[in-house]
């Protein structure tokens, strides 16, 4: 399996711009999780679905960030609109047994 | 509901000697813990896992863990460092039958030549 995959690994766009970012988990994960990892706040849990259902979205910040899971295979964390202190780098993990696998991050600059 | 401490945000070793990496836990039920290593510009990596089998767990890359129940703690080890192991280490809980992971807030460990 190649692992978790996350598109685009870096992201540039100015302020106000919307921002998508995706996530193809591991074939037959049935968990999926969303982190956001800055210097200041260190490794932070977004939001995670299990079965594509979203099952905890406490720690999406704010209204402007939404995620999605259409299908087993695919997940995107949306911002919009973007702001500087969006600026971080951003995982997805996902899971059937309880151990997570993390995907290589995005890290997206907010300018 | 369960928590992370990891007592050092940074530990410097010198290359060949022993690493000691400290975590404790709280938890209400028999957790299940792991250790993630993150390397610069990486993403995280299990290292290891303790999921109520021995309470000696060993991972990849020579660490390992022991699991001690009566001091609430799951320290982190490795006999001889080596300048690869130079990262941030993550302690992670998770109680049975809850979806969610712990994380802590990370130790970085850097090595000394």
């Known amino acids: 399996d190649a692992g978790v995959i996350q598109s685009p690994r870096h992201e540039v766009t100015e302020m106000g711009q919307e921002v998508t970012l995706r996530c193809k988990p591991i074939s037959g994960h049935d968990y999926l999780f969303w982190y956001r990892q800055t210097m200041m706040r260190g490794l932070e849990l977004l939001i995670y679905f299990n079965n594509n259902v979203p099952i905890d979205d406490s720690g999406m910040p704010e209204d402007r960030f939404s995620a999605k899971m259409p299908n087993a295979s695919f997940s995107t964390l949306k911002i919009q609109p973007s702001e500087p202190r969006d600026s971080a780098v951003y995982f997805c993990?996902?899971?059937?047994?309880?151990?997570?696998?993390f995907g290589p991050g995005t890290r997206l600059t907010v300018t | 509901a369960q928590s992370v401490t990891q007592l050092d945000s940074h530990v410097s070793v010198s290359e060949g000697t022993p690493v000691l990496l400290r975590c404790n836990y709280s938890?209400?039920?028999?957790?299940?813990l792991f250790w993630y290593v993150q390397h610069p510009n990486k993403g995280l990596q299990l290292l290891l896992k303790?999921?109520?089998?021995?309470?000696l767990v060993k991972g990849i890359n020579g660490f390992e863990a022991e699991f001690k129940k009566s001091e609430t703690s799951f320290h982190l080890t490795k006999p001889s460092a080596h300048m690869s192991d130079a990262a941030e280490y993550f302690c992670?809980?998770?109680?049975?039958?809850?979806?969610?992971?712990?994380f802590g807030k990370g130790t970085r460990l850097h090595i000394l030549p």
């Open positions: 992670v809980v998770s109680d049975p039958g809850d979806d969610k992971i712990i």
């Open positions: 993990a996902s899971t059937s047994t309880g151990e997570q696998y």
């Open positions: 938890s209400s039920y028999s957790p299940s």
């Open positions: 303790y999921t109520s089998a021995a309470t």
